[in-house]
């Protein structure tokens, strides 16, 4: 058995708090520890900047879709993706404190605490069609039952 949510948003700023506050109060269910919380609503914030900073450059009437499903065993698992410029080289991207944005004093470090926060982070992406991450993370099961 599974849950699952999708969200469909504008590619501006001001949406990627709602991101992170839908995908967090969806995920409740789950009862995630206070750390879980937050490690997934920054990934999700690093995911959306992302989209929007370097996969649609700015432009604000492009979608960013994030897809969110929970799985019996407690797992989660997050696809983000949108439609912009995609990533020319993925491993170069992954390089903490790589940026192709330096004149807007990005850190770099989006791919990394991704990574850190998460299981697993897979990345697509194809120049001129768009970006999609896929990760991955088991959450602490809190919750206990009475026999």
Not at 61 to 86: A, P, Y
């Amino acid at each position: 058995m599974k849950n699952e949510m999708e969200l469909t948003f504008l590619s501006v700023s001001e949406n990627e708090a709602f991101a992170r506050a839908t995908v967090g109060a969806f995920i409740t269910q789950l009862d995630p520890t206070m750390d879980e919380l937050t490690e997934i609503k920054t990934v999700v914030s690093e995911a959306v900047t992302n989209s929007i900073i370097h996969g649609y450059e700015g432009k604000t009437t492009c979608h960013i879709k994030i897809k969110c499903t929970i799985f019996k065993n407690n797992e989660l698992e997050l696809i983000i993706s949108d439609q912009g410029v995609g990533i020319e080289n993925i491993h170069e991207a992954k390089e903490p404190l790589f940026t192709s944005k330096p004149q807007l004093e990005r850190s770099g470090m989006g791919f990394t605490i991704m990574e850190s926060f998460m299981d697993s982070l897979e990345v697509f992406s194809k120049t001129g069609h768009g970006t999609t991450l896929i990760m991955k993370k088991q959450l602490t099961k809190t919750k206990t039952v009475c026999h």
